[in-house]
């Protein structure tokens, strides 16, 4: 089965600077990578998504890229803001199908003044 | 938010004991999945549906059994609750269109003493 790979799984940055997060995953099947934002004591929200047709997607400060030759995809996080701390998680649909969605272990972001 | 709520928001038991938690939506999405949250194992799922009486397993079924009977709920049972099985337990549901979005609920903690 599917089977996906993050990392750091913690990073500390100062604010305005970037943060880099990288996932890997198995299955080549695979073709939708959703990534999730979970502050303390809250639910997982949505916060960028890509499909294996697209290489780049960017939303203001967030942007995802996609390598599927590599079989890996990384959230980038531009002029990072304290109310960026959280942890965050990857995802992929193994097998292509959309009730098969593993996440990764997650990647607890704190963001310092 | 979408129309998601589990019940019960917080529970604890004995090891032993049957437990069964419900998920029910309001947004009649095709697809509901349950996912245990753990210190350094993220989201893992457990099992999911993509219809009424249609469910598969996932990366950790063992100990679980789960039902829908109806679009709306979709209910996580332990058969005899194990402290292994103390977790924070999450309830998602997305459209079952390609691509479309997970929506959690606000999750549920369970201990089993």
């Known amino acids: 089965g599917e089977n996906v790979e993050q990392h750091p799984s913690t990073l500390s940055v100062q604010e305005g600077d970037s943060a880099v997060i990288k996932c890997t995953y198995s299955d080549s099947a695979s073709n939708y990578f959703p990534w999730y934002k979970q502050e303390l004591g809250k639910r997982p929200q949505l916060i960028i998504d890509i499909r294996s047709n697209v290489g780049e997607k960017k939303d203001q400060r967030i942007a995802v890229t996609l390598n599927k030759t590599a079989k890996h995809f990384s959230l980038h996080i531009t002029e990072t803001q304290p109310e960026d701390s959280a942890v965050y998680f990857c995802a992929a649909n193994g097998g292509g199908s959309q009730g098969n969605l593993i996440f990764g272990k997650g990647t607890k972001l704190s963001v310092k003044p | 938010d979408a129309g998601i709520t589990q019940s019960p928001r917080h529970k604890v038991t004995e090891t032993g004991t049957p437990v069964t938690l419900r998920c029910h939506q309001t947004?009649?999405?095709?697809?509901m999945y349950w996912y245990r949250q753990d210190p350094g194992h993220g989201l893992r799922l457990i099992h999911y549906s993509y219809g009424v009486k249609d469910t598969d397993k996932g990366e950790v079924s063992d100990g679980y059994s789960v039902s829908r009977s109806k679009t709306e709920d979709f209910l996580l049972t332990l058969e005899s609750a194990t402290s292994s099985q103390t977790s924070v337990y999450f309830c998602a549901i997305s459209e079952g269109s390609a691509f479309s979005e997970a929506f959690f609920g606000q999750g549920t903690r369970l201990t089993v003493v």
């Open positions: 947004e009649n999405h095709r697809y």
